[in-house]
């Protein structure tokens, strides 16, 4: 070994230690998950997480959240208000522990709070480390207390600074835009989020309001039926088999309730939550339900000498999901998470625990409802013989291996490059558009798949019935991650962008929304990736002369011949991509240096849910006042 110094060597001199709040800045996104949008509004969800504990202990009934101007939120509760004391470890304010202090908390004990949003203890000092500042008053006892932050450091020392007649708690912040990637807050991502609270805590009034804008937004959610109205709102576009389904109970410190309703829909629909947090990835409550549920549906099957010989195997779990909605909601006093972002429950003692109280409400309902469970047993058999059905037509669409002698479609026009963090799949309308994106593409990392006409609404069909859909088969092997529960793999989606690119009239709107309907019910995950876009192509082309210049809204047409008006203009409207040549098509819609993409988000999974149920369903009255409602936001319609 060489005697000299290493001036890199790794030795204790090395080792950072960040002290405070100080961790959370270098690594926030170990704490608040993303630095994204996502992370972006977790940090409110972590303030309001709070009062709801505040109303779930009995202490609070108002919620008051606003977005002001320049992205500050605030959030008022008329709960207990934190503790204002002096902390008997820290020798100081207990509202400064609480706000600077990773682990500090009142959820750890049981004392203050039974059930509580985390366990952690890390949200609201984590939201103060990410602010520029933050400012805390808390009303209690009559006095009015506060103290400020900037990036979490306290400006100076909690006091009091008048008298109040209110009580509670209001915090108010504003998040560091060096650390996320944007700082505006979505007014409808927040009161999603704020709806869902609400039906969670029967009675509790919640308040959001978008102060950013001359015309203020609002939204204002209480929900006296709790979980049933969520259940009810989820359906209400939709044909039930029955009324809702709902119950409560309690085993050993894990209290539960349920509601649910089967409808004549394909689709299903479960939301879990843990002591108000929605779990979106579920956990073991959501493993205790389905198990329970699928167990009590085949002992009442096999009760019923009928329907038992229409289907003498029995039920699977996959059979028993078809058109079923429910909300799960559970207490619990010590919760455990995947992560902080609380995705997924993972305390194991409570499927075995769910599974007994789900068991026994079910078993319950349905012996004083004989009726109901015939017509949920009815559907659960359809669903067995057209998912036996739709396994047999799904291996037509497995990508076969060189050795079977097969491989991708023949009107696919593959890229190149073969690592798909590189690669992007045009679907196009028609073979005319496809034509010309196949010339004017970049063939290293772009493909087309040119389809004909309209795919099925699968809104209105089974997988089955999809299945034997040939622009649907195509478009499944094309993109390689297979379709179904038990298959279904993103991880394998050979290309990293799925853009959409259809002509700019009606057709070309129809055949997106068909498409956006197949993504969101059969392949969600890529919408949650971020991998699927929209295209916008130009609406116009603006010839001044020989100056050409491409115009993607009427609204900024209208800005250049008005900043023009001496100009002599020729106006081509542009109502199909086969219109334009390859290099226009490639220069205004293709090129990644100039093109306009929309990614396609899912921000509120109840309002996309029900909009695609009003839109491709069969209710043609939901639709109409859909159209009503909406048809001032029409900004071009070619008849």
């Given at each position: 070994?060489?005697?000299?110094?290493?001036?890199?060597?790794?030795?204790?001199?090395?080792?950072?230690?960040?002290?405070?709040?100080?961790?959370?800045?270098?690594?926030?996104?170990?704490?608040?998950?993303?630095?994204?949008?996502?992370?972006?509004?977790?940090?409110?969800?972590?303030?309001?997480?709070?009062?709801?504990?505040?109303?779930?202990?009995?202490?609070?009934?108002?919620?008051?959240?606003?977005?002001?101007?320049?992205?500050?939120?605030?959030?008022?509760?008329?709960?207990?208000?934190?503790?204002?004391?002096?902390?008997?470890?820290?020798?100081?304010?207990?509202?400064?522990?609480?706000?600077?202090?990773?682990?500090?908390?009142?959820?750890?004990?049981?004392?203050?709070?039974?059930?509580?949003?985390?366990?952690?203890?890390?949200?609201?000092?984590?939201?103060?480390?990410?602010?520029?500042?933050?400012?805390?008053?808390?009303?209690?006892?009559?006095?009015?207390?506060?103290?400020?932050?900037?990036?979490?450091?306290?400006?100076?020392?909690?006091?009091?600074?008048?008298?109040?007649?209110h009580r509670g708690t209001v915090v108010r912040f504003r998040p560091d835009h060096t650390i996320f990637t944007t700082v505006d807050f979505s007014f409808?991502?927040?009161?999603?989020?704020?709806?869902?609270?609400?039906?969670?805590?029967?009675?509790?009034?919640?308040?959001?309001?978008?102060?950013?804008?001359?015309?203020?937004?609002?939204?204002?959610?209480?929900?006296?039926?709790?979980?049933?109205?969520?259940?009810?709102?989820?359906?209400?576009?939709?044909?039930?088999?029955?009324?809702?389904?709902?119950?409560?109970?309690?085993?050993?410190?894990?209290?539960?309730?349920?509601?649910?309703?089967?409808?004549?829909?394909?689709?299903?629909?479960?939301?879990?939550?843990?002591?108000?947090?929605?779990?979106?990835?579920?956990?073991?409550?959501?493993?205790?339900?389905?198990?329970?549920?699928?167990?009590?549906?085949?002992?009442?099957?096999?009760?019923?000498?009928?329907?038992?010989?229409?289907?003498?195997?029995?039920?699977?779990?996959?059979?028993?999901?078809?058109?079923?909605?429910?909300?799960?909601?559970?207490?619990?006093?010590?919760?455990?998470?995947?992560?902080?972002?609380?995705?997924?429950?993972?305390?194991?003692?409570?499927?075995?625990?769910?599974?007994?109280?789900?068991?026994?409400?079910?078993?319950?309902?349905?012996?004083?409802?004989?009726?109901?469970?015939?017509?949920?047993?009815?559907?659960?058999?359809?669903?067995?013989?057209?998912?036996?059905?739709?396994?047999?037509?799904?291996?037509?669409?497995?990508?076969?291996?060189?050795?079977?002698?097969?491989?991708?479609?023949?009107?696919?026009?593959?890229?190149?490059?073969?690592?798909?963090?590189?690669?992007?799949?045009?679907?196009?309308?028609?073979?005319?558009?496809?034509?010309?994106?196949?010339?004017?593409?970049?063939?290293?990392?772009?493909?087309?798949?040119?389809?004909?006409?309209?795919?099925?609404?699968?809104?209105?069909?089974?997988?089955?019935?999809?299945?034997?859909?040939?622009?649907?088969?195509?478009?499944?092997?094309?993109?390689?991650?297979?379709?179904?529960?038990?298959?279904?793999?993103?991880?394998?989606?050979?290309?990293?962008?799925i853009i959409i690119m259809t002509d700019a009239d009606v057709d070309g709107s129809h055949i997106r929304t068909l498409l956006l309907t197949f993504f969101?019910?059969?392949?969600?995950?890529?919408?949650?990736?971020?991998?699927?876009?929209?295209?916008?192509?130009?609406?116009?082309?603006?010839?001044?002369?020989?100056?050409?210049?491409?115009?993607?809204?009427?609204?900024?047409?209208?800005?250049?011949?008005?900043?023009?008006?001496?100009?002599?203009?020729?106006?081509?409207?542009?109502?199909?991509?086969?219109?334009?040549?390859?290099?226009?098509?490639?220069?205004?819609?293709?090129?990644?240096?100039?093109?306009?993409?929309?990614?396609?988000?899912?921000?509120?999974?109840?309002?996309?849910?029900?909009?695609?149920?009003?839109?491709?369903?069969?209710?043609?009255?939901?639709?109409?006042?859909?159209?009503?409602?909406?048809?001032?936001?029409?900004?071009?319609?070619?008849?």
């Open positions: 070994m060489s005697n000299q110094t290493d001036q890199n060597a790794y030795s204790a001199s090395k080792i950072k230690i960040l002290e405070g709040l100080e961790a959370v800045r270098k690594r926030p996104g170990m704490y608040i998950g993303t630095q994204d949008e996502s992370g972006l509004h977790k940090m409110v969800y972590e303030v309001v997480d709070n009062s709801v504990d505040e109303a779930m202990a009995g202490h609070c009934t108002e919620i008051d959240v606003r977005i002001l101007p320049e992205n500050i939120i605030e959030v008022r509760d008329n709960g207990r208000g934190i503790p204002t004391g002096i902390h008997p470890d820290k020798g100081k304010s207990t509202i400064e522990v609480v706000l600077t202090i990773l682990h500090a908390g009142g959820k750890f004990e049981n004392d203050a709070y039974k059930v509580s949003g985390g366990l952690h203890g890390v949200g609201v000092s984590v939201v103060n480390a990410l602010s520029t500042y933050l400012e805390v008053e808390v009303h209690q006892e009559g006095k009015l207390h506060y103290q400020k932050y900037q990036a979490g450091v306290p400006v100076e020392d909690v006091k009091i600074i008048g008298e109040t007649t409808d991502t927040l009161s999603a989020r704020f709806r869902e609270i609400a039906f969670l805590n029967k009675g509790l009034l919640i308040r959001i309001e978008d102060q950013r804008k001359e015309e203020f937004a609002k939204h204002e959610f209480k929900f006296d039926g709790g979980i049933v109205s969520f259940v009810e709102y989820i359906t209400e576009s939709k044909h039930p088999l029955h009324k809702v389904l709902h119950f409560v109970g309690e085993k050993e410190n894990v209290w539960a309730e349920i509601a649910l309703q089967y409808c004549d829909t394909y689709s299903e629909n479960i939301f879990c939550f843990t002591n108000a947090i929605n779990n979106n990835l579920g956990g073991t409550h959501l493993e205790g339900f389905r198990t329970a549920l699928t167990r009590t549906l085949n002992d009442h099957l096999k009760k019923d000498q009928t329907l038992f010989k229409k289907q003498p195997n029995g039920l699977q779990g996959d059979d028993i999901k078809e058109g079923l909605c429910a909300v799960i909601s559970i207490k619990i006093p010590q919760p455990q998470f995947n992560s902080q972002t609380k995705e997924k429950l993972v305390n194991a003692e409570v499927k075995g625990l769910m599974q007994t109280i789900t068991g026994e409400g079910l078993n319950r309902y349905f012996e004083e409802n004989p009726a109901i469970i015939k017509k949920i047993l009815e559907k659960c058999i359809l669903a067995s013989k057209a998912r036996e059905a739709a396994r047999r037509a799904r291996d037509l669409t497995r990508r076969k291996t060189v050795l079977e002698g097969g491989g991708l479609p023949g009107k696919l026009a593959d890229c190149s490059e073969k690592d798909p963090e590189h690669c992007e799949l045009f679907l196009v309308e028609g073979d005319s558009a496809g034509g010309s994106a196949k010339q004017g593409r970049d063939r290293n990392t772009q493909a087309i798949l040119p389809l004909k006409g309209k795919i099925l609404n699968v809104e209105k069909a089974r997988l089955d019935k999809i299945l034997s859909n040939e622009e649907i088969r195509t478009l499944i092997t094309v993109m390689g991650t297979g379709i179904g529960d038990d298959e279904f793999n993103v991880e394998k989606l050979r290309y990293r962008k969101f019910r059969y392949m969600k995950p890529v919408i949650e990736r971020g991998s699927l876009y929209v295209a916008q192509p130009p609406l116009y082309l603006l010839k001044f002369g020989k100056e050409a210049v491409y115009v993607y809204s009427d609204r900024e047409k209208d800005e250049i011949l008005k900043a023009r008006p001496n100009d002599k203009v020729v106006i081509q409207r542009y109502k199909g991509l086969g219109e334009m040549n390859p290099e226009q098509l490639w220069d205004t819609t293709m090129d990644p240096k100039e093109r306009v993409m929309l990614q396609v988000k899912l921000q509120d999974f109840v309002e996309a849910e029900d909009t695609f149920n009003i839109l491709m369903g069969d209710e043609v009255s939901p639709r109409r006042r859909f159209i009503e409602a909406n048809s001032y936001k029409v900004a071009n319609l070619d008849l």
